[in-house]
């Protein structure tokens, strides 16, 4: 009897334990999810954007590296020219506070509403009451550690020139022929003109795949004419489910309505943070331990961080007329296309880098028929979409902007191409893993 009460009580304590393992990554989710909320709320271009998930998610991961006692994943540092070195902890931490605290302390360094991440970090910080109580001393260890981990990347982020890409003069339009101009309703400024001045972390260069220019042309026997044409055709014979694509992966942060002489903005998130979710979604999806779900976030961030460096080179290199000024100026004046255009310039498509960039790591870390239902726009009033693979999904996000009329096709097309690139060099240099 005794043998059998014992058999019962091990299986529920291994029980409980491997719920314990396989929930930790948990905090994690929440955090990532509570800082997309605030880059919603703060409106984060999505370029920028990407930068706060890149060392918030480099911060959580190289507490997980340094302070769990595994040999399956290694430090950035063995793969990013120049990351600063970082000391394991000194005393025995909390992995899961310690890397939440890591994430927390240093996105707050980069939004604009800190008290709103603040109260998010306040009700993760209660659930660890129960270890500041029964070892006070380890619950202090993981909040040091966090912040020295913390302010270790901030630092490494000093370096990377965005501060001095703030100091640029404000960005002056062209008016020669083909050229980008502000796109109704707002006519807003250009977003990150010289976000090609920042640091890459896999790829070489801002213009290591920079693609070919486009031959501008009104000549109506031209490609640039027929590109032109076929977007405005598209748009005056959408069905419903092309409707369906371009409205769930519009993530247009920028979205402004008019109504008479009323001026409003719709807060929406960043086709990044789509990408950053629908991993979120795959980790739990396959109930991923911490260090497995952090290893799969820092490889995205880092594919989305050089996806858009990449294509604002390519962006502001040939400032590019979009198809809503050239159809209005060359062939119906009085036509709309369905979604916002965004405010910057036309080639190349960034849903179609970014969404390709991160499909292809996603694709390595997770299988290449990796399927998923997206739940991203439910927030949106959206339905939530399944695809068969994170290629299908992109590929989808791309198509979706000729749909929208915001893109031609060659921006599409030439963008997923430089996004496979981009992801395909990341997987080449940035290798987390000791056992490859």
Same mark, same amino acid.
């Given at each position: 009897m005794k043998k059998i009460i014992f058999i019962l009580w091990y299986c529920t304590v291994y029980s409980w334990a491997s719920a314990q393992k396989n929930d930790n990554a948990k905090y994690l989710h929440q955090a990532q999810g509570a800082l997309t909320t605030v880059l919603v709320h703060d409106v984060f271009s999505p370029p920028v954007a990407s930068r706060v998930y890149l060392y918030s998610h480099a911060a959580a991961y190289e507490v997980i590296v340094h302070a769990s006692k595994q040999d399956t994943y290694s430090s950035l540092m063995e793969s990013i020219k120049k990351f600063p070195r970082i000391d394991p902890p000194a005393k025995p931490v909390n992995i899961e506070l310690a890397s939440m605290a890591a994430f927390y302390y240093t996105a707050g360094k980069f939004i604009f509403s800190e008290k709103m991440l603040r109260d998010s970090f306040k009700i993760a910080l209660d659930k660890f009451t129960w270890l500041s109580k029964q070892n006070h001393g380890a619950y202090q260890a993981s909040l040091q550690y966090a912040r020295y981990v913390a302010d270790t990347i901030i630092e490494w982020s000093n370096k990377d020139n965005y501060n001095s890409t703030r100091k640029i003069k404000r960005y002056s339009f062209s008016n020669k022929p083909g050229k980008w101009v502000p796109t109704p309703p707002a006519h807003l400024a250009a977003v990150e003109p010289y976000w090609y001045l920042m640091r890459t972390i896999a790829i070489d260069s801002s213009s290591q795949f920079a693609p070919p220019p486009e031959d501008f042309s009104t000549e109506k026997d031209s490609k640039f004419y027929k590109d032109a044409?076929?977007?405005?055709?598209?748009?005056?014979?959408?069905?419903?489910?092309?409707?369906?694509?371009?409205?769930?992966?519009?993530?247009?942060?920028?979205?402004?309505?008019?109504?008479?002489?009323?001026?409003?903005?719709?807060?929406?998130?960043?086709?990044?943070?789509?990408?950053?979710?629908?991993?979120?979604?795959?980790?739990?999806?396959?109930?991923? $331990?911490?260090?497995?779900?952090?290893?799969?976030?820092?490889?995205?961030?880092?594919? &989305?961080?050089?996806?858009?460096?990449?294509?604002?080179?390519?962006?502001?290199? $040939?400032?590019?007329?979009?198809?809503?000024?050239?159809? #209005?100026?060359?062939? $119906?004046? #009085?036509?709309?296309?369905?979604?916002?255009?965004?405010?910057?310039?036309?080639?190349?498509?960034?849903?179609?880098?970014?969404?390709?960039?991160?499909?292809?790591? &996603?694709?390595?870390?997770?299988?290449?028929?990796?399927?998923?239902?997206?739940?991203?726009?439910? &927030?949106?009033? &959206?339905?939530?979409?399944?695809?068969?693979?994170?290629?299908?999904?992109?590929?989808?996000?791309?198509?979706?902007?000729?749909?929208g009329g915001i893109h031609f096709r060659d921006a599409i097309s030439i963008g997923q191409t430089m996004g496979r690139q981009v992801g395909e060099q990341v997987l080449k240099k940035i290798n987390l893993s000791n056992h490859n």
């Amino acid at each position: 009897m005794k043998k059998i009460i014992f058999i019962l009580w091990y299986c529920t304590v291994y029980s409980w334990a491997s719920a314990q393992k396989n929930d930790n990554a948990k905090y994690l989710h929440q955090a990532q999810g509570a800082l997309t909320t605030v880059l919603v709320h703060d409106v984060f271009s999505p370029p920028v954007a990407s930068r706060v998930y890149l060392y918030s998610h480099a911060a959580a991961y190289e507490v997980i590296v340094h302070a769990s006692k595994q040999d399956t994943y290694s430090s950035l540092m063995e793969s990013i020219k120049k990351f600063p070195r970082i000391d394991p902890p000194a005393k025995p931490v909390n992995i899961e506070l310690a890397s939440m605290a890591a994430f927390y302390y240093t996105a707050g360094k980069f939004i604009f509403s800190e008290k709103m991440l603040r109260d998010s970090f306040k009700i993760a910080l209660d659930k660890f009451t129960w270890l500041s109580k029964q070892n006070h001393g380890a619950y202090q260890a993981s909040l040091q550690y966090a912040r020295y981990v913390a302010d270790t990347i901030i630092e490494w982020s000093n370096k990377d020139n965005y501060n001095s890409t703030r100091k640029i003069k404000r960005y002056s339009f062209s008016n020669k022929p083909g050229k980008w101009v502000p796109t109704p309703p707002a006519h807003l400024a250009a977003v990150e003109p010289y976000w090609y001045l920042m640091r890459t972390i896999a790829i070489d260069s801002s213009s290591q795949f920079a693609p070919p220019p486009e031959d501008f042309s009104t000549e109506k026997d031209s490609k640039f004419y027929k590109d032109a044409y076929e977007v405005y055709e598209t748009g005056n014979t959408l069905n419903a489910e092309q409707k369906a694509m371009a409205s769930f992966w519009d993530c247009n942060p920028f979205n402004v309505n008019t109504n008479g002489h009323l001026i409003f903005a719709r807060k929406k998130l960043s086709p990044g943070a789509h990408w950053m979710n629908i991993t979120r979604l795959c980790c739990k999806k396959i109930n991923a $331990d911490l260090i497995k779900s952090s290893a799969a976030y820092i490889l995205t961030a880092i594919a &989305l961080y050089d996806g858009f460096i990449g294509c604002w080179q390519a962006k502001y290199r $040939d400032n590019l007329i979009r198809p809503e000024t050239y159809i #209005n100026r060359y062939i $119906d004046v #009085n036509w709309n296309p369905l979604l916002q255009t965004p405010p910057f310039p036309e080639y190349t498509s960034g849903h179609s880098v970014i969404s390709t960039s991160a499909a292809v790591v &996603l694709g390595n870390f997770f299988g290449e028929n990796f399927s998923f239902d997206d739940d991203t726009e439910t &927030l949106y009033g &959206l339905p939530v979409r399944h695809f068969k693979s994170f290629i299908t999904a992109a590929n989808e996000a791309a198509i979706s902007r000729l749909y929208g009329g915001i893109h031609f096709r060659d921006a599409i097309s030439i963008g997923q191409t430089m996004g496979r690139q981009v992801g395909e060099q990341v997987l080449k240099k940035i290798n987390l893993s000791n056992h490859n």
